[in-house]
Structures are given as C-alpha cells and as structure tokens.
C-alpha cells in the first residue's frame, strides 16, 4: 500500500464533536456507521445511484458512499439522527412523511429525508415537479413515490408556517 | 363470516406505529447488528457462465492481512453440507468443481474486516477451464445442445403436461384462433436493504443463533438446521427489521449456509453483507418467461378455450422456490383470469441454463399471465371488431357464477369483476376515448389506452394434498396482567406494516385501544410456526389467525368478567378496555383487573379455569382467497424518440375488507411502480456467452420519482370467507399494471398495427416497432 494508511480526522455530526482515526480509504458512510455509531444511514448500492446513503456535509446532500471519511475533516455533518428538533420530537419533515404512509421498509426513507432538507433549504416552496427531479436521485422500491412527494409537499406548507425552521 | 362487528380501529387510516423509529434513524437492519468481535466475510464468485475449475489455491488470501480463514466448496462437501432446492434435491453452497453461472460462488474469505476479506478474495488463485453456456431457453431444448450443468442428464428440469379432451375439439369449432408468443425479460426484485446474515455459534452447547434478512424466519431455520447438520432446537433465526423482499429473501441462500457454517467452525460472530453488484448476479433472478399461447372464440366473442406452452429458464439450479415452476404452474390454474372458457391446456418446460437461479419477484405468476390473458382478448377484439371493454364484461364470471369452479380446478370465491372493469373504465374514460384519441392524433399525438381487468389467487391454504408451501399461519395472543396485549404472529414484515394493521384488528375484537396492542414476529423463539410473508397472505392467513386467536381469548376474558360481575356472558359488552353490563355501565370490571386475577388470584377465577390469559390459533384458509380489480390507463407515445409518458392511471381494487386503506393504496401505487420498471425500464439481460448486462443500478434502471405516474386508487369491497373478510393485494399491483400499460402503448400505435411479443418496451424497442411498422394507415 502506497501512502498512509490511516489518518486522524475531525468533524461535527448531528452538532457533537466527533474525533478518530480511520482508514483513509474509508467512505463517510463507513465511519458514521461503524466508528461514530449511527446507523440510519444506509448503504442500498455503495456506488452513488441509490442515495440511501446522503446526509449534509456543511449543509449539502452528498452520498456518503463516495465520500471518503478524511475529505470530512472539519466538517458539519447532519443525519438523520440529527433531524429531529429535540428527543421525542420530529422535524415537520418526518412528521409528514408518517402522516402520508410515505415509507414502507423505511429503508431509502433517511436518505429522502435528507435529500428532502435540502430541496426545502434551497426551494421552500418547491412544484411538485421540482419535488421529482429533486429525488429521483433517491430509489424508494416500495412506495411509488406518491406519498413522499405529497409529504414533502405538506412539510413545506408547515415550514413555511413555522417560519422557515428547518 | 366476518368476526369484527362494529370495528372502531378496522378500516382506518391509522398511520403506522412502527414509522416512528424509521423516520428517526433507528430501525436495524442485519447490518447494523455488530457483536463485539464480528468476523466479516467476502465471496469470491464465478466470472464465467460455465466453466470447470481446474485448480483453486486459497494459499495467498489465507496469508493476507486480517484474514482468518478461506472457506472451499471442498471443505463443504467434505463435511456433506448441501441446502435443499426443488423436491429436496441438494444444492452445494459453493462450486466445487463447475461453475455454472457468472456470480456462482466458489470460496468464502473470513477476515476481521469487510475490506480485508474483499481485498483478500482477490488473491484466491483460480484456475478456469471454459465450456459451452447454455443461455436461451429455447436454444437449451433443442437436439444436441450442450448441457449446462455436466451431471444432468438434460437441460429439461422440470417438465408438466394437462390437455383436457375436448380442448381439440373446442378449437375446431371456433371461429377465431388468436396466436401469439409472448416473451417476459428477466428481472430481479432489488429490495433496497441487500441481503445479509450474522451468524453466532455457542460451542458445546450447540447453539446457532442467526440474524437475517429473510420473509420467512421458521424457514430460514429449518434450511440451516438440515443443511448443518443441528436439531431445529438449537438453530435460533431473527429477523430484525427487513429493508423490502418482493420475493427474493424467501427462501434459503449459498451465502446463508456458508455464512452459518463458519460461524459453527470458527465459533465467532460471523456476518455478511451483500454489496450491490453481488445482489444482482446472486439474489433470485425472476419471470423471463415464454408463453406460446393460442385461445378460440366463437364470433360473437365467447371465449372458448385456451392453450399455452410455457418455457421457463430455472437458471443454474432448481431451486426449492424455483420460477421455473411457481411462474408456470401458478399461471396455469389461472390462465383465463377473470373470464370463463371451457377447457384449459397447458405443456410447461423448465430448462435449466447457465444464468443466475430463477426465484420468486411479487406477482410471480401474474406479469406474464395477465399479459397473456388480456393480449389474446385484445387481438381477439380486434379481429372480431368487438368493442374491448363489452368483450371483457360478456366473458366475465358474474355475480350469480361464485363460487367459480375454472376448469383448472380452481374455485374463484365472490369478487366484482364486472363491477371493477366498468368502475375503471368510467373512471379512466373509456366511452369518450375514442373522440380523446382522434383530437390528440389531429394535434400529431398519439395516445391509447389500456385496460386490464385481474384476478389474484392470494392467500394460499391446503391448495395441493400436500401443498408444498404451509398452508396455514398462526398466532399467539396474550393479555398481560395491565390488560395490555401481546401478540407474536408467524408472518414477517419486510415493509407491509404488520405491527400497525394486526394490532388493528386485535385491538377490535379485545375491546381495546389501538395503541394497547403490541405485535411482534420474526423470532423462531418466540413466534409461532408458519410460513412466513409470500403470496399476498399476512393480512388474510396471518390476520385471520391473530382473529381466531384474539377471539377465544375474548371468550376467556368475558368467562372471568361474568365470574366476577356475577352476570351472564350473553349480557356483557367488551370496549374501552373494560367489560361491563350492556345498560349497566357501573357494573364494570377493566382488563387490568381482569388480567391481575388472571395472573395472581386462583381463588377469583372460575372454578376449573386455567391461570393467564393466553390463545392461539393456526388459521388454515380456503385453499385460494381471490381478489380481483381492474387497472386502467392512458398513455402518450413520442413517435421521435420512443419514449412512453403516462398520462393517467385507475386502479379499482376489491380486497375485501379493508384493514387499513393506506396500506392497501401503499401496496397499489408501489406495485404499478414496479409495473413501470417491469415494462419501460428494467432488464437482466445476458450476452450470448453468459455475461450479465446489468450488475449495477447505473445499468438496471430502476423507476425513479420523476418515471411514476400519480395513480387514483377506488375500493369496492367484497368480503372473503376468512375470519376477518380480507383478501391478500399485494403483489395485484404487478400482476395487473404491466398487461395494463403494454396494452395502452399498443393502443397508441394502431395506427401502425404494432403489437409487442417481447418486453421491456424500451424507447428503442419502441422506435423500432414505429420503424418496422408500415406507414400510419
């Protein structure tokens, strides 16, 4: 092996420090679940179609399959552990997705929800066919996609009553 | 007769309790199980379709940094460990000496990490000594072929035959003989969650505990434990939450066994987690199928008889759940779907081929027959200048028909065929379309529409003497001392929302809140046996079981409530958690105190009654629940390109009662999605030699929000026999929506008179047929 093999790295996930040494080879999503602890990103393909996997690295989607863990360093990193707004409560993202049946085997569902922060961050009030181009970068196998667009449709009709919190 | 009078919770949008811990991150999968010292595995798999191994060096790999072990298929053989495929016949988990499929696995590489075990699968030194592949089915049967398994005797594996006498004769004197062949792709399911299995082993005890992601945890159990060699008691299957199955995870896998084994060996937690393009060359591949059928009418549209001979390429290996059979023999009972004939005929060919093993995909059966049963009457329409929806209602087992004896044999129970086609074709706008079609065609666009009136045979009982699949599930119910309630059912969810609709229908008949009912499944050491979430019947078997169940458990608890209310049962109500007498509502005991009687106070209880509250049932159904329902839609041809939009689409769907409609549209809308991906997007293709075509999702384009029609859902509602008059749905979807739009698309091209034999209808396949066909007539 050429190189080094390990380096320390340091970023912020979900608002907590986070600090270790890793593999530089070593995707995101392969640190987050295995040393950071949080498993609710998922990896569905691990070469960057499904989107199972995105979470926010310094506010934008990325498929952490394909990020390695060290172009991390110093980063802030959201999952979606980090959605809610507190414990025992849901983001209006989430809220919404479980008002429309908008997940089925819930397995795609933590990188919609991502995906969906995003699109809400950039477009607060997006067309439905905004809504579509936006995920169809995120496969959902079970659902059709009907419902989660008709979520993301009311939780940007919430946010935008709760004044854009986000 | 429905046992659910008055439901509060039944037939409720009630959302789901599980969501809560997907929507936040913190549903487990296999993979985010890890024991503290997880030994992680690695396959190393056949890059040839078929080929003799002349030698296999495992020396540099088990030298390699982190490596534990190298498992052979030699090792395997030599300890006689061989999991069962069709009719018990023994599969090898991995290729000893021939490899029959590119993907077949060959060794497996333990090491203390999933990239050391895949960097170290790269140094297995392996030597290949390429043969003949053995790819189309029909090229398989043909004289002289090569073999594409060197021990068989033939490439026919499977081979069922049933021409009834007057089929002949039926043909003779019809007027119209419609002929067609027609062709389904290869697929694969690819829930979104691969397979994956934690294996861990308790020396000298000899237990084997399992976590994986399977539809069927008792029988997940039974492959383990009689292909290792254990007693049943000491295998311990838990499925945790499951990220989608559609068919694939039902059943036993190479990987599984290997997987257990070495767990076994090494006496270590050991695990596996598929990766993307191993999922797709080794989960279950599905339909690809050939229908050569043929139906006779009489002119005035009565629809005869029907005869299909039907190919089917099991792949590599028989498996126990092989397609090659399921696909064909399934389709065969039902070929003529919603319609009455007179005879049915059927020769149906599994061949074996050097491709990946034909398995179960939702619908199984239904994509390609419905494709059958709806394009023969199409065509026949046509030549008959009959009008498509008056030929369908003419045909239709009526109202005063049920129970339908086919002439397959099968019994079709009451459903609403001709009420569901005339819904749909209101709703969709049959009547008007032809007008509809001539605007667009004077714009310059095309647009047809298509129907596709479906029957499904779900929620299979005792449907053969000794049905290869358990013909019954089952439940246990208990009431805790609170008065809240438990129940464990033999069913899994892998998405369907079992926790929410079972605790919905428990919760009617105890009387009790929605949210006092905990429904649990998955742990063979605690569930009840069963055969686990195939065939749309969780709700249907699995429910009418947590029915029956729940039902003698409310008979207990009235017994004790009229012990110590001093009142008869017949006047006692059950609700709001309490049992009271009807018109007294003072003279009231709550479950809770029901339940510390129950569990602490003999002296209470009545004389002779067992302590606990506790019931179970296995409920065995009839042997096939029908539901039945009607897609129809409309959709645009772009002549330039070959690209197909969907410009509207119905769904009428008679499941009988309805638990919850927001499960049921869930199912719908899922499936037609899957429909699209069926007809315009996926394909498994294979090259001449062998080589698969689409090992990624870069390659196997899977239906994306932006390729989804918006899908109008209607209920009628014809209730089954079963205890709670449900009927399974949830493969009706793909069993109706590809006939549905194949149909549409081609209705958009009667100008050009194009009709398809072959899927998927890519804009290629399309533009080719505009191409072929002669100019607009």
């Given at each position: 092996m050429n190189g080094?093999?390990?380096?320390?790295?340091?970023?912020?996930?979900?608002?907590?420090?986070?600090?270790?040494?890793?593999?530089?080879?070593?995707?995101?999503?392969?640190?987050?679940?295995?040393?950071?602890?949080?498993?609710?990103?998922?990896?569905?393909?691990?070469?960057?179609?499904?989107?199972?996997?995105?979470?926010?690295?310094?506010?934008?989607?990325?498929?952490?399959?394909?990020?390695?863990?060290?172009?991390?360093?110093?980063?802030?990193?959201?999952?979606?552990?980090?959605?809610?707004?507190?414990?025992?409560?849901?983001?209006?993202?989430?809220?919404?997705?479980?008002?429309?049946?908008?997940?089925?085997?819930?397995?795609?569902?933590?990188?919609?929800l991502m995906t969906a922060w995003a699109l809400l961050q950039e477009h607060p009030q997006p067309t439905r066919a905004e809504i579509q181009t936006w995920l169809s970068g995120n496969i959902c196998r079970c659902t059709g996609y009907q419902n989660i667009v008709e979520a993301v449709e009311e939780a940007a009709v919430r946010m935008a009553g709760e004044g854009g919190r986000a | 007769m429905s046992v659910l009078s008055a439901p509060r919770f039944v037939g409720q949008r009630i959302r789901r309790v599980e969501d809560p811990r997907f929507l936040t991150g913190r549903g487990r999968y296999v993979a985010d199980h890890e024991p503290v010292g997880t030994l992680h595995v690695a396959f190393l798999r056949s890059p040839h379709a078929h080929a003799r191994i002349t030698r296999l060096d495992p020396g540099p790999a088990e030298r390699a940094a982190g490596v534990v072990a190298v498992l052979t298929g030699q090792e395997l053989e030599a300890a006689q460990i061989r999991y069962a495929g069709f009719a018990g016949q023994p599969i090898a988990?991995?290729?000893?000496?021939?490899?029959?499929?590119?993907?077949?696995?060959?060794?497996?590489?333990?090491?203390?990490?999933?990239?050391?075990?895949?960097?170290?699968?790269?140094?297995?030194?392996?030597?290949?000594?390429?043969?003949?592949?053995?790819?189309?089915?029909?090229?398989?049967?043909?004289?002289?072929?090569?073999?594409?398994?060197?021990?068989?005797?033939?490439?026919?594996?499977?081979?069922?035959?049933?021409?009834?006498?007057?089929?002949?004769?039926?043909?003779?004197?019809?007027?119209?003989?419609?002929?067609?062949?027609f062709r389904t792709h290869r697929q694969t399911a690819v829930p979104m969650e691969p397979r994956g299995i934690l294996a861990t082993w308790e020396p000298v005890a000899g237990m084997l505990t399992v976590i994986g992601s399977s539809q069927w945890a008792h029988g997940l159990r039974d492959g383990l434990a009689a292909a290792l060699h254990l007693s049943q008691s000491k295998v311990r299957v838990v499925v945790p939450d499951v990220g989608g199955g559609f068919g694939v995870k039902y059943g036993i896998y190479p990987e599984d066994v290997a997987v257990a084994y070495l767990a076994t060996r090494l006496g270590r937690a050991v695990k596996w987690v598929s990766d993307r393009i191993e999922a797709m060359i080794s989960d279950f591949h599905a339909r690809d199928g050939i229908h050569m059928a043929e139906a006779a009418f009489r002119k005035d549209g009565t629809y005869l008889a029907i005869r299909d001979r039907m190919v089917s390429p099991a792949g590599a290996f028989m498996l126990d759940g092989s397609a090659a059979v399921l696909e064909t023999v399934i389709g065969s009972l039902v070929l003529p779907g919603p319609y009455k004939v007179q005879a049915v005929g059927f020769t149906i060919d599994g061949v074996l081929t050097n491709t990946t093993p034909l398995g179960t995909y939702r619908g199984v059966w239904g994509p390609a027959a419905t494709w059958v049963q709806e394009g023969l009457l199409e065509r026949a329409a046509e030549k008959l200048g009959l009008d498509r929806v008056q030929m369908r209602l003419q045909n239709m087992v009526r109202k005063e028909d049920f129970p339908y004896h086919s002439p397959t044999g099968v019994v079709y129970d009451p459903g609403s065929y001709q009420e569901?086609?005339?819904?749909?074709?209101?709703?969709?706008?049959?009547?008007?379309?032809?007008?509809?079609?001539?605007?667009?065609?004077?714009?310059?666009?095309?647009?047809?529409?298509?129907?596709?009136?479906?029957?499904?045979?779900?929620?299979?009982?005792?449907?053969?003497?000794?049905?290869?699949?358990?013909?019954?599930?089952?439940?246990?119910?208990?009431?805790?001392?609170?008065?809240?309630?438990?129940?464990?059912?033999?069913?899994?969810?892998?998405?369907?929302?079992?926790?929410?609709?079972?605790?919905?229908?428990?919760?009617?008949?105890?009387?009790?809140?929605?949210?006092?009912?905990?429904?649990?499944?998955?742990?063979?050491?605690?569930?009840?046996?069963?055969?686990?979430?195939?065939?749309?019947?969780?709700?249907?078997v699995g429910g009418g079981a947590a029915l029956e169940a729940a039902t003698k458990l409310r008979e207990k608890v009235l017994a004790i409530a009229s012990h110590l209310l001093e009142a008869a049962v017949e006047d006692l109500e059950i609700g709001d958690g309490a049992v009271a007498v009807k018109g007294v509502p003072a003279r009231r005991v709550t479950l809770g105190e029901i339940g510390r009687v129950?569990?602490?106070?003999?002296?209470?209880?009545?004389?002779?009654?067992?302590?606990?509250?506790?019931?179970?049932?296995?409920?065995?159904?009839?042997?096939?629940?029908?539901?039945?329902?009607?897609?129809?839609?409309?959709?645009?041809?772009?002549?330039?390109?070959?690209?197909?939009?969907?410009?509207?689409?119905?769904?009428?769907?008679?499941?009988?009662?309805?638990?919850?409609?927001?499960?049921?549209?869930?199912?719908i809308v899922g499936g037609v999605a899957q429909g699209v991906g069926a007809v315009f997007l996926e394909e498994m293709g294979y090259s001449d030699d062998g080589q698969?075509?689409?090992?990624?999702?870069?390659?196997?384009?899977?239906?994306?929000?932006?390729?989804?029609?918006?899908?109008?859902?209607?209920?009628?509602?014809?209730?089954?026999?079963?205890?709670?008059?449900?009927?399974?749905?949830?493969?009706?979807?793909?069993?109706?929506?590809?006939?549905?739009?194949?149909?549409?698309?081609e209705d958009a091209l009667s100008p050009y008179g194009v009709r398809f034999q072959r899927l998927p209808l890519t804009p290629e396949r399309v533009w080719q047929a505009i191409q072929a066909a002669s100019q607009p007539k």
């Open positions: 080094e093999a390990e380096r320390t790295v340091a970023f912020t996930v979900n608002g907590s420090p986070w600090r270790g040494t890793v593999e530089v080879r070593q995707s995101l999503a392969d640190v987050l679940r295995e040393a950071v602890g949080l498993t609710g990103t998922h990896l569905g393909c691990e070469h960057g179609v499904c989107g199972a996997c995105t979470v926010l690295v310094d506010g934008r989607p990325v498929r952490s399959c394909l990020m390695l863990a060290v172009q991390a360093d110093g980063a802030q990193i959201l999952t979606v552990e980090g959605l809610a707004p507190g414990p025992d409560q849901l983001h209006p993202l989430q809220e919404a997705f479980w008002n429309h049946h908008a997940l089925q085997c819930g397995f795609c569902t933590p990188g919609m | 988990p991995l290729a000893v000496d021939e490899v029959l499929y590119v993907g077949h696995p060959i060794a497996a590489v333990v090491a203390h990490s999933r990239r050391q075990a895949e960097d170290a699968v790269e140094l297995i030194a392996v030597d290949y000594e390429p043969l003949p592949a053995v790819v189309d089915p029909l090229a398989a049967l043909a004289e002289g072929a090569p073999l594409a398994n060197s021990r068989a005797a033939s490439n026919v594996c499977f081979h069922l035959e049933h021409q009834p006498a007057e089929i002949d004769q039926l043909f003779q004197e019809a007027d119209l003989i419609v002929r067609e062949t569901s086609l005339k819904l749909a074709a209101e709703r969709i706008g049959y009547a008007d379309f032809a007008r509809e079609k001539a605007e667009a065609a004077r714009q310059g666009r095309l647009i047809g529409l298509g129907i596709a009136a479906f029957i499904e045979p779900t929620s299979l009982g005792a449907w053969q003497p000794e049905p290869p699949t358990v013909p019954y599930e089952s439940a246990v119910v208990r009431m805790e001392p609170s008065g809240e309630v438990l129940v464990q059912v033999s069913v899994n969810s892998h998405g369907q929302g079992h926790e929410t609709t079972i605790a919905q229908l428990v919760a009617d008949v105890l009387g009790v809140d929605f949210s006092a009912v905990a429904v649990r499944f998955g742990d063979t050491a605690a569930a009840p046996f069963g055969g686990g979430t195939f065939g749309s019947r969780s709700i249907t129950a569990y602490w106070i003999p002296g209470k209880m009545p004389p002779g009654m067992e302590m606990g509250l506790e019931a179970s049932s296995r409920y065995v159904p009839p042997p096939m629940t029908f539901s039945n329902g009607c897609h129809a839609v409309v959709v645009e041809v772009d002549p330039d390109t070959g690209r197909v939009k969907v410009l509207r689409y119905v769904v009428v769907e008679d499941c009988g009662t309805m638990v919850n409609p927001n499960i049921v549209e869930g199912q698969p075509w689409a090992t990624t999702l870069m390659d196997y384009h899977l239906p994306l929000a932006s390729d989804v029609p918006t899908v109008e859902c209607l209920h009628l509602e014809t209730p089954s026999s079963t205890p709670g008059g449900m009927k399974g749905m949830g493969e009706s979807a793909m069993v109706a929506a590809p006939a549905a739009l194949i149909g549409a698309v």
